[in-house]
């Protein structure tokens, strides 16, 4: 019997998707490369999962012909090279119009590349961001695609029937649209997710290290924000996590080295905002986080060079629903600058990307997904022209709202030496939209002071420029 779609890659994420397609009524082909000796990944398939409809295998050309036409498969291998290699061995297998879908996190320039790779070999190509790790992958992800839109009619009912389905019952799957949106939303998505864990991080160590609390009390304090505003899963497990002990009734958490890691797709996004010309600050200074703390020896060799100095007051001034608020604003300059993102590359690519609907196809099954979305999407739908999350009326309002928290809250981070990079980001993001006549005067005089580089005036239009000769001003004042 032919399977109706083959999955390529059989880690966690590999297995979960097939065993969740397989759940809706397909027949799934699965391949994984045999394992030298250590892991053999299609033995323990099969020995665990044998029985249902499956057909799985480590020849490549058999999983192949197992396949009905057109061929649809699922890569769901390490982002990379890896992805290029597969390709390079399935394409001289397959036959026009097979459909072969990426759903690992890769970079949507790599995306663009293999499509029109592909396409110029008849064959059809699907990039595919999915979000939910292990639990979401079985029982319902969020699914963002993009491609060839051709292969979106013979695959899309599929992962519409696996993805998880919001509470007003719409499935969390969306086709993007052109090239690689679809991996491109994917990058932004995970871009929120540092910036959202490290906000959550530093209102952490906020009321750890500022307001002198301890971790089942933060648990606590997490598990009632999270019935309100900042209601998400982010936070749901983050209470969890505070709240659970060792056997030697030690908390968890504070038994765990302080290195964060990463797979790269916060770089990608940074990348991309950097040739954009795209303020994000606040999801950079996530990503450079988590490199300042995976560099251990540095830390400890400047621990040791600036100790702390001992805290007046451990128990400042400052009471949990401020750093609520202070999150909230954060969390808002955050998404505001990951929507932005999206904005100016769809604009740019004329991917006319529905940043509506983006926010919904986040709503649930992804690892962002929160109460926050509903509004994002309100906002866009009332506006599909919205410049910046800021100018809607409802974050208009929350700004308004917690910004005077926001300063307290990271004021007093950074006067107790506690580091808070995100929420000093989004404070500064905030402030340097809403300042005119800025310093950039004083960086305009500079440029053209030591390049001749020209500027315009306030006293004149846009598009002339301007050139002072500094030299001969200041010879003219030594002459007085
Ligand atoms: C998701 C996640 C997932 C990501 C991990 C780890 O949406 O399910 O974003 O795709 O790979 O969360 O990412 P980092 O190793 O970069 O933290």
């Not at 036959?95 to 970079?107: F, Q």
């Not at 396409?119 to 190509?125: R, S, T």
């Not at 500027?455 to 500094?470: C, L, Q, V």
Request: hydrophobic content about 40%.
């Amino acid at each position: 019997m032919e399977s109706d779609i083959g999955v390529i890659g059989l880690g966690v994420m590999g297995t979960s998707l097939a065993r969740n397609i397989e759940s809706r009524g397909y027949r799934v082909s699965v391949f994984n490369r045999p394992h030298s000796g250590k892991e053999d990944k299609i033995g323990a398939f099969k020995s665990k999962f044998g029985k249902s409809n499956f057909f799985a295998t480590d020849n490549l050309e058999k999983f192949v012909q197992s396949l009905s036409k057109p061929r649809k498969i699922l890569l769901m291998v390490k982002a990379g090279a890896p992805v290029d290699e597969v390709i390079g061995e399935l394409v001289p297998m397959l036959s026009k119009s097979d459909i072969i879908i990426d759903g690992g996190n890769s970079d949507f320039q790599d995306t663009q590349r293999r499509l029109k790779l592909l396409e110029e070999k008849g064959l059809l190509y699907v990039g595919m961001g999915i979000s939910g790790g292990e639990k979401g992958a079985l029982n319902g992800p969020s699914i963002m695609a993009s491609g060839s839109a051709r292969a979106w009619e013979e695959i899309g009912k599929i992962f519409l029937a696996i993805a998880a389905r919001a509470d007003d019952g719409a499935p969390c799957c969306l086709w993007t649209g052109p090239e690689g949106s679809g991996h491109f939303v994917k990058t932004v998505h995970n871009a929120i997710e540092y910036g959202d864990m490290q906000l959550i991080g530093e209102a952490y160590f906020i009321l750890k290290k500022c307001a002198g609390l301890d971790n089942g009390e933060i648990s606590d304090i997490f598990d009632e924000w999270n019935r309100g505003k900042l209601g998400g899963y982010l936070l749901e497990i983050t209470s969890k996590i505070l709240s659970a002990k060792a056997p030697d009734g030690e908390y968890i958490v504070d038994k765990i080295l302080d290195c964060a890691s990463q797979k790269g797709t916060g770089k990608f996004a940074l990348k991309t905002a950097v040739d954009e010309n795209v303020p994000f600050g606040l999801i950079a200074q996530a990503v450079f986080a988590r490199f300042a703390s995976a560099r251990l020896q540095e830390r400890e060799k400047a621990a040791k060079l600036y100790p702390d100095s001992p805290a007046a007051n451990p128990r400042a001034e400052i009471s949990p629903s401020d750093i609520e608020d202070a999150l909230y604003a954060s969390k808002i300059m955050s998404y505001a600058q990951g929507f932005a993102l999206m904005r100016s590359v769809s604009i740019r690519r004329k991917w006319n990307l529905d940043l509506a609907a983006v926010a919904r196809v986040w709503r649930n099954g992804s690892i962002i997904r929160s109460v926050f979305l509903d509004r994002i999407a309100r906002a866009y739908e009332s506006d599909t022209e919205l410049e910046n999350m800021i100018f809607d009326d409802y974050f208009a309002d929350a700004m308004r709202g917690g910004i005077e928290r926001l300063r307290k809250a990271a004021s007093l981070a950074m006067a107790r030496g506690c580091p808070v990079p995100c929420m000093a980001a989004a404070l500064s993001a905030f402030d340097s939209m809403r300042t005119l006549n800025s310093s950039a005067a004083l960086i305009q005089a500079q440029r053209d002071y030591f390049g001749a580089h020209t500027y315009e005036r306030i006293d004149s239009p846009r598009g002339e420029f301007f050139h002072t000769d500094w030299a001969s001003l200041e010879a003219e004042k030594t002459e007085e």
